[in-house]
């Protein structure tokens, strides 16, 4: 039993094809010996466990967690808070090379976890992310999984556990069109997208609307973390969804009107819909958007009683939307933003200038002391929306200093580069990839050669013409994996 459960040695193979046949192999005696004894390994189950590595032996090991998942408690060989312990262990430490030829086994295992069938919702999460990182530690995949512990982790207001995955922009959707297969799954070159995929059963499909429903989610995490930069990317990619002709769903809608208001406090302005969105697609964004749009073209003004009327005048449309705090959190940054305009023209400013020049949206009116304004300043710095520092003034007067923009970058900024650069390798290899998947799609084919033959027409003035990529190629084409309900 032991010989069989220790045969493969995940690091002793020299080439992928010598690791492939080997790992079949195992596989196939593993799923021999269980049919064969079971009974014996679940008597043995407390000492396999100890001597079968979860690291390295991770099939085995998770062949004899499997076994003893399908027992009912009171018969388990272990206590249950044990047999809990050891999942936790697996799951935080396994190979995952091995791990792709056992995906429907392995996928069972985590959908439980994520279920809280075995841990509840903070500990589930916390291990579900560790090994989702594991498989795919860039998570540019997305999976199945994902959108289950996302949700979860919605429900149950455990936002700083799932933020981890979701911070990291993904590339991949289930089961995409002309994706580079791999000759073995063990290859190590691989793009994840090779060997998580439905076929592999490490995830399952992903509609469309299903997609959408994770980047929502998403964007409501970011939004209740204040963290209005990746709430509006996570907006913007469900509103840049590709679809037919004006058709968009309630749920595009919806994040469009949310989209707006998190460009406004994330870039301090009215955000701009990218120009490959189609014109018809467009028009109907500005027709269900319009009150929220009415505010957003005030906001970057000094026009803050205007500002102030709109707002009021769309309380009702908020309060319907669900909106409501998200508008607060609008008005409240306005002045913040007339503050931070104020560096394109002074290097320092005294606070009761910053006072005099700036509007609360409020009350349309200056704030009534300089302490008001002191706090409004700290709090800005406090978040790092502001860089700058207070003194005190020959006269005793409290200024505020922009620092130097050209000034060194500190220590914290360069570990970020270095992380910036790093995943700027990463992405260089993707988009190669996407690229490479581009190139095969006849599709896409399709698009180019209508284009050149569209420039022609035109002699060469596309400007008249504004013919998005999504209104020329059927949403799921390019998509893939992508089902509909």
């Known amino acids: 039993m032991e010989e069989v459960l220790l045969y493969f040695e995940h ?73 809990r312990e050891y999942v936790a262990r697996f799951l935080l430490s396994y190979d995952a090379r091995q791990i792709r030829y056992v995906g429907d086994v392995f996928y069972d295992l985590v959908k439980d976890v994520s279920e809280c069938k075995l841990f509840p ?54 089961g995409m069109k002309d994706q580079a297969r791999s000759k073995h799954l063990c290859d190590m070159t691989a793009s994840p997208a090779a060997y998580i995929n439905p076929s592999t059963q490490l995830t399952d499909y992903l509609t469309r609307e299903g997609v ?9 995490i970011f939004t209740a973390k204040q963290k209005w930069a990746k709430a509006h990317e996570a907006y913007q990619r469900i509103v840049t969804w590709p679809s037919r002709e004006s058709s968009v769903s309630k749920l595009m809608t919806d994040s469009h009107k949310r989209w707006i208001l998190t460009g406004l406090l994330a870039l301090g302005q009215a955000p701009i819909l990218p120009s490959h969105i189609s014109s018809s697609v467009q028009k109907s964004y500005t027709a269900l958007s319009k009150p929220y749009a009415d505010v957003a073209a005030q906001f970057s003004t000094t026009n803050v009683e205007q500002l102030k009327t709109e707002i009021e ?9 669900q909106t409501t705090t998200l508008m607060k959190e609008v008005v409240l940054a306005y002045q913040k933003w007339q503050i931070l305009g104020l560096t394109d023209v002074y290097l320092k400013i005294s606070v009761p200038e910053i006072r005099q020049q700036t509007f609360s949206a409020e009350t349309a009116q200056n704030l009534e002391t300089d302490d ?50 790093r995943r700027i390798k990463i992405l260089n290899k993707l988009t190669q990839e996407s690229d490479a998947r581009l190139a ?40 893939s994996g992508l089902r509909q309900e």
């Open 121 to 174: 919702a903070r500990q589930s999460i916390e291990i579900v992310v560790a090994a989702l990182g594991r498989l795919d530690p860039d998570s540019v995949m997305l999976t199945s999984l994902h959108l289950a512990v996302v949700k979860l982790a919605y429900e149950t207001a455990n936002w700083d556990e799932i933020l981890p995955i979701i911070e990291k922009p993904w590339a991949f959707l289930p």
């Open 372 to 421: 008001d304004v002191e706090g409004l300043l700290q709090e800005m710095v406090n978040i790092g929306m502001l860089q700058g520092s207070l003194e005190i003034g020959p006269d005793g007067t409290k200024c505020l200093t922009f620092l130097s923009r050209d000034e060194e970058i500190e220590y914290t900024e360069y570990q970020k580069k270095i992380k910036d650069d």
């Open 11 to 83: 690091e002793n193979y020299a080439t992928d094809d010598v690791y492939d046949k080997t790992v079949k192999n195992h596989i196939t005696r593993i799923t021999r010996l269980f049919k064969d004894q079971a009974p014996a390994i679940v008597a043995s189950a407390p000492r396999l466990l100890e001597i079968v590595n979860p690291a390295n032996h991770s099939i085995s090991h998770l062949a004899i967690l499997n076994t003893l998942k399908h027992i009912e408690e009171a018969s388990l060989p272990i206590s249950i808070d044990a047999f």
């Open 313 to 321: 005048k769309g309380a009702e449309t908020w309060l319907t939307d």
């Open 440 to 479: 095969s799609s006849k599709d896409f084919a399709k698009h180019i050669l209508r284009e050149q033959k569209r420039l022609d027409k035109d002699g060469g003035q596309s400007q008249s013409v504004e013919l998005g990529f999504d209104a020329s190629i059927e949403d799921e084409d390019l998509m």
């Open 212 to 220: 959408m429903e994770h980047e929502y989610i998403s964007a409501m």
